[in-house]
Nanobody
Framework: QVQLVESGGGLVQPGGSLRLSCVAS????????MGWYRQAPGKQRERVAF????????TYADSVKGRFTISRDNIENTVYLQMNSLKPEDTAVYYC?????????WGQGTQVTVSS
């Protein structure tokens, strides 16, 4: 079973950037499709970005297109979320997600706060 640990969250001013990392252990990352989700207070968890295994095709929520980029390093067993031009509405706990067949795993989350 894969275990996921996120890092890289923090406080940033509007217009700033952050890069989140998700390190996988217990299994090879390359076989998993990976995603980043976020959940703001009082709101449902939503998918922000997703990258499939193999070809690595990525998809994004409309709210982050052109600002966020998901990438993966299968050698380092790490998935990244580069977040640019951050807005206050991007404030949320960000979670890493892994899926391969019936196997699903979540990280513990990392807080991102965008505020001046």
């Amino acid at each position: 079973q894969v275990q996921l640990v996120e890092s890289g969250g923090g406080l940033v001013q509007p217009g700033g950037s952050l890069r989140l990392s998700c390190v996988a252990s217990g299994s090879k990352l390359s076989i998993y499709s990976m995603g980043w989700y976020r959940q703001a207070p009082g709101k449902q968890r939503e998918r922000v970005a997703f990258i499939i295994s193999g070809a690595g095709v990525a998809t994004y929520a409309d709210s982050v297109k052109g600002r966020f980029t998901i990438s993966r390093d299968n050698i380092e067993n790490t998935v990244y979320l580069q977040m640019n031009s951050l807005k206050p509405e991007d404030t949320a706990v960000y979670y890493c997600f892994a899926n391969e067949g019936a196997t699903r795993a979540w990280g513990q989350g990392t807080q991102v706060t965008v505020s001046s």
